[in-house]
């Protein structure tokens, strides 16, 4: 059941929701019964293989969690063999489902055999709900979890909000909230979280769909070995970077806004990632819950163990900018690369999402060389700094565009069949209209054009598509800043500091021009829902 539906929105949300408050303060089990119930329901509507596929892991898990509490401290043996035997189970679990047939194709290239694996069916959301588990095994071994009942657990696994892609939730994060419900509905609460949601939509249906159907038959040329030439492999990087980020962040939204109206805050995913200045930056506010999750459970712990082992030989570490290349490479470079590559890898079974896990890897790298070395080249205070953020800003974002064409291309080929266009080498494309007119100049100078858009129309639909696209991401505040005031997310309370007059001035609040506001939002979301597709990460 796809959130952007009139099933989910009309009949699905508000029968549980009815459900679960009218059974009320003095009924909270049953309650939260209902919700595991309606969860399932959800993940079975799509496939209901589904469910037999994921019911198996859930189970294991929860005997795993069980046994760690169990033992705790007393037989620590048996509590590590238990926890990573959980942790193999998992990964195990996962790499069957997703990347067998990836892993049988490396074999094939490498041995040069022809081996086939059969179909496997995928189950919905398996890298979330297994990076879940995963989370709740480390805390529970960390001792930050100290009681986790079956009831608790199943929710937890399977809150339908956040149930296919996200956000990455802790069971420290979640279940206390459920605990603490009074089991009463709060107009607040309905308040925040139906604006959210509808924002989401609008985010999807008049945003992403759009320009995903602009853009769709440029990749569909490139997979097929065409060459686009500049202006079309441009608008094809920069509507699917734009398409991506209206998808994944407005079903973000509609996920935060849904769990919203049982009166649970899920934690923030996105914070306007394209206007971030380094590609740091970027990661920390593009995908927050899965950067989290990498930084805490990956990089943290290889960097702190490599700090540890160079420490106790006497060798170099970290140190400002008395930094040796050697503890560089060792303590952060490589941590950085591991862990975007298992970044890469983690959204999808191919050798593109390896370059595209690489590339942000190599660019962490330099970013954090960039760091230590700059204050002796480069001075980011008085009048150098305006100067130092837009050029950082420029860089973060082509980077970024590039990177993406491998998250989107068919394959490593296609992808620098892509970029090979986004640098003119395969001439310019242009409307019929204009091609008559320009195409004889440009060749002169060297860009041979050619007319592909049949329609001068066709072409300004395209870019203006993007432009509108681009304003918004970049000049407007994002949804989450215009509720900061009303902690629309777990601990996004506080506005940016030197908020803007645009940003006081779309602030939320319950007027009468924000309900006329969201009213038309609501409306031609609703209205635009002839023809269902589904989110981009629904297939991670």
């Keep these: 059941m796809l959130f952007n539906s009139y099933q989910f929105i009309l009949l699905f949300v508000p029968a549980v929701v009815g459900v679960y408050y009218a059974l009320g303060p003095a009924r909270r089990q049953a309650a939260s019964f209902w ?37 705790g401290d007393r037989r620590p043996a048996l509590s590590r063999a238990a926890f990573w035997g ?28 022809s081996f086939v694996l059969g179909t496997i069916i995928l189950p919905l959301g398996i890298s979330f709900i297994t990076f879940q588990k995963i989370a709740l095994l480390v805390d529970v071994r960390a001792g930050r979890v100290m009681r986790v009942s079956l009831p608790d657990y199943a929710l ?43 924002t989401g939509l609008f985010k999807k249906v008049i945003f992403a769909d759009p320009v995903a159907a602009l853009i769709s038959p440029i990749w569909a040329q490139v ?33 935060i806004g849904t769990a919203r109206l049982f009166g649970v805050k899920l934690p923030f995913n996105f914070n306007s990632p394209l206007k971030a200045t380094n590609i740091i930056d970027f990661w920390s506010r593009w995908h927050v819950t899965l950067t989290r999750f990498l930084t805490a459970y990956i990089f943290t712990p290889l960097t702190v163990a490599l700090t540890r082992k160079r420490a106790e030989r006497g060798l170099p570490v970290i140190a400002g900018r008395r930094t040796t290349f050697p503890a560089f490479f ?45 204050p002796h080249w480069w001075p980011t205070t008085g009048a150098a700094a305006l100067p130092a953020a837009f050029s950082g800003w420029v860089l973060t974002f082509l980077f970024v565009v590039v990177a993406e064409v491998f998250f989107r291309a068919a394959s490593v080929g296609a992808g620098l069949g892509l970029l090979q266009g986004m640098t003119g080498a395969n001439g310019v494309t242009l409307p019929m209209a204009l091609f008559s ?15 592909v858009w049949e329609s001068g129309l066709e072409f ?81």
């Design 156 to 198: 937890f696994v399977l809150f339908f909000p956040q149930l296919i892609a996200g956000p990455i939730v802790h069971f420290r994060e979640l279940m206390p909230q459920f605990a603490a419900s009074d089991g009463r509905a709060r107009w607040d609460d309905f308040a925040v979280g139906l604006t959210l949601f509808f």
């Design 86 to 113: 959980g942790i193999a189970f998992n990964l195990a679990f996962l790499g069957y489902f997703k990347y067998s047939n990836f892993f049988l194709t490396v074999t094939n290239d490498i041995v040069g055999t």
């Design 460 to 540: 300004v639909e395209v870019w203006s598509c993007i432009l509108a696209g681009l304003f918004v991401v970049l000049a407007l505040p994002n949804s989450l800043e215009m509720l900061a005031e009303h902690e629309p997310a777990l601990g996004f309370k506080v506005r940016p500091a030197g908020h803007t007059r645009l940003l006081r001035a779309l602030s939320w609040s319950p007027s009468p021009v924000w309900a006329v506001g969201l009213s038309t939002v609501t409306a031609l979301g609703l209205l635009s829902l002839g023809r269902l597709s589904d989110f981009l990460y629904w297939h991670f």
């Design 223 to 255: 997979a097929a070995g065409g060459h686009p030439a500049l202006l079309q492999a441009w608008a094809a990087a920069l509507g699917f970077m734009l398409q991506l980020y209206f998808d994944f962040s407005g079903y973000s939204d509609m996920a």
């Design 330 to 374: 060792v303590v952060l470079a490589y941590p950085t690369m591991t862990t975007m590559v298992l970044a890469g890898v983690w959204h999808g079974a191919g050798y593109q999402f390896l370059v595209f896990g690489a590339l942000h890897g190599v660019a962490l790298v330099v970013n954090h060389a960039w760091r230590l070395r700059r």
């Design 437 to 451: 007119h320009a195409g004889p100049l440009l060749a002169r100078i060297g860009l041979p054009a050619t007319g």
């Design 35 to 71: 919700l595991i119930l309606a969860s399932l329901f959800f993940y079975a509507w799509w496939r209901p293989f589904n469910v037999l596929l994921i019911a198996p892991s859930i189970g294991v898990n929860y005997g795993i969690v069980t046994l760690l509490l169990r033992l």
